[in-house]
């Protein structure tokens, strides 16, 4: 049974027979490809469909075996495993995007939307969990898309990865090299950073998607929150960039929150494999 999808000419054969592993990732950028890479490893024989924005990386996508299509192409059936990692910021209508993802769930394994834990309410370096209170609609457009998503999942019975700022191996993403590259800012020193390794944000995506629970909001941290100075000074101490951070020069403005995980970890059986931020750099504080 071969079908040849609209958008791209590319057949994909067998591509209508679902089986019970199949997983549907919607935006397989960094942390869609490192699920897709890691569910293929646990369920051999299973498909990996990939829906992009555009055909751009198409073939890299091929490449580690996921099957590409179009945002807007119909999918002939629906899978039961379903990540939505797409960002908000290439999206016109973000809730309706998820609508369209949640309508291509058949309701079995488990639909997960990667969300961010700037919705929990709290600003000023205090503990926060799972339990505390999240952000009520109205007070900025960004926080409101990304409520209005998460609501659409939950009613959906999907649920929601709450992730704290993600960082990689790869020297050009995550927060230390966008500070790193400006070399001071106008920013608070003190403020408390939460972050999480791409590698260890895929893995908990996939234990939660596992456990198949239904309805419900996790958290995803390394629970080692660190000041913005805490982070800079070990990438200073590193030895592993070829600049020097300069420093932060600002003494006002809100602060963060202490993020701590501890009832996700034991709810999922999930640990990371980088334990902070100054372990992966090989500095410890």
């Known amino acids: 049974d071969i079908r ?22 919607v935006g397989p950028g960094v942390l869609g490809r490192l699920v897709a890479e890691k569910w293929l490893k646990e369920h051999p024989g299973c498909k990996v469909f990939g829906q992009t924005a555009s055909t751009d990386h198409h073939s890299e996508l091929t490449d580690i075996g996921i099957i590409p299509s179009l945002k807007g192409s119909t999918i002939s059936q629906k899978a039961p495993y379903v990540i939505f990692c797409a960002p908000p910021s290439r999206s ?32 000023d370096n205090r503990l926060c ?7 009520p609609v109205g007070r900025g457009p960004r926080t409101d898309v990304l409520l209005r998503a998460e609501n659409v999942v939950l009613e959906a019975g999907g649920c929601v990865l709450r992730l704290a700022g993600l960082y990689t191996h790869k ?18 020193p003190d403020h408390i950073i939460n ?4 590698e260890d944000a895929a893995s908990l995506a996939i ?11 996790f958290l995803g941290c390394d629970n080692k929150p660190l000041s913005r100075k805490e982070i800079m000074d070990a990438v200073n101490k590193s030895g592993k960039f070829d600049t ?36 992966f750099l090989g500095v410890d504080s």
């Open 4 to 25: 040849v999808s609209q958008d791209t000419g590319v057949t994909m054969p067998g591509a209508d027979i679902v089986t019970q592993n199949d997983l549907l990732i």
């Open 92 to 123: 016109d209508d973000y809730p309706g995007d998820l609508r369209v993802a949640a309508s291509n769930w058949n309701g079995e394994g488990s639909f997960l939307f990667t969300s961010s834990t700037a919705l929990y309410d709290c600003s």
């Open 129 to 135: 969990n799972e339990d505390c209170p999240s952000i």
């Open 171 to 188: 020297i050009d993403r995550g927060a230390h090299y966008f500070w790193l590259r400006k070399g001071t800012l106008d920013s608070r």
């Open 195 to 198: 972050q999480i390794h791409y």
């Open 207 to 217: 234990a939660i998607m596992k456990k198949r629970p239904r309805g419900r909001i």
């Open 244 to 279: 020097k951070f300069q420093g932060f020069t600002g003494t006002d403005g809100p602060l963060g929150k202490r993020m701590e995980n501890s009832k996700t970890r034991a709810d999922i059986g999930w640990e990371p494999q980088y334990p902070s931020f100054t372990e």
